[in-house]
């Protein structure tokens, strides 16, 4: 482990070699596994930080029906669930698969709002997934699946969305990785690489509320 002494001296040397770099290029081929030795590998910061206190739900919105099999939804929720968890990014997380129930029970009406699903589970925070689309494999096409999701934490007491800033919600895509090079040919193998994806997807969700290493990074780059 590296004592902060040793991080100071260590600071030091590199903006020695940055000056030296004014003067001479033959230093500088150094100082990128020099910078990488002291910051460590790159990575991306959390886009929000969630109310670790608060109790909350996921909610994955797919009001167009672009999933095509409950079990790809119900993986998607499991996924995001077990990477919160895993970094206890809040102490109470109700199940989103009751949120879910709530939200089709409700869908002949159409009268309940995101706030109100969430409050019907005792959650004050619903992190709030709508599916924008669902591209499922296809052997003729050579065509992966991938899933672009808008992601918003909407506070259920207040009924306010805390993040991001633009009520339409953050963007994000999520693809198979690593890509598979070859599209299932059958239906089953097919049907195994959607569930993959939606892992994939949870975890992309997850990856939104902490930070981690730019090559774990589940959303495609730009996301």
């Not at 886009?47 to 009001?63: C, G, N, S, T, W």
């Not at 919160?84 to 109700?94: E, P, Y």
């Not at 993040?163 to 090079?181: C, E």
């Not at 939104?208 to 990074?217: G, N, P």
């Amino acid at each position: 482990m590296t004592s902060r002494t040793d991080k100071w001296l260590l600071r030091t040397a590199l903006c020695a070699l940055l000056a030296v770099c004014t003067v001479t290029s033959t230093a500088c081929n150094y100082l990128g596994p020099l910078i990488f030795f002291i910051e460590g590998p790159p990575k991306f910061d959390a886009e929000y930080k969630l109310p670790k206190d608060r109790p909350a739900v996921v909610l994955i919105d797919d009001p167009r029906s672009e999933i095509p099999r409950r079990a790809i939804r119900v993986a998607m929720i499991e996924a995001t669930e077990k990477d919160i968890l895993r970094k206890s990014l809040v102490k109470d997380l109700v199940s989103g698969q009751s949120a879910l129930r709530v939200a089709q029970a409700d869908q002949s009406a159409g009268q309940m709002s995101v706030a109100e699903i969430g409050r019907a589970v005792e959650s004050e925070i619903v992190i709030w997934v709508t599916v924008d689309s669902f591209t499922r494999a296809d052997v003729s096409r050579n065509q992966e699946p991938a899933v672009a999701m808008r992601v918003r934490v909407v506070d259920a007491t207040n009924n306010e969305i805390l993040w991001p800033g633009d009520s339409s919600g953050h963007r994000l895509v999520a693809t198979l990785t690593p890509r598979i090079g070859t599209v299932a040919s059958d239906a089953g193998a097919s049907s195994a690489s959607e569930l993959k994806l939606a892992q994939n997807a949870g975890q992309a969700i997850g990856q939104l509320f902490y930070e981690h290493l730019v090559s774990a990074h589940m959303a495609e780059r730009g996301n």
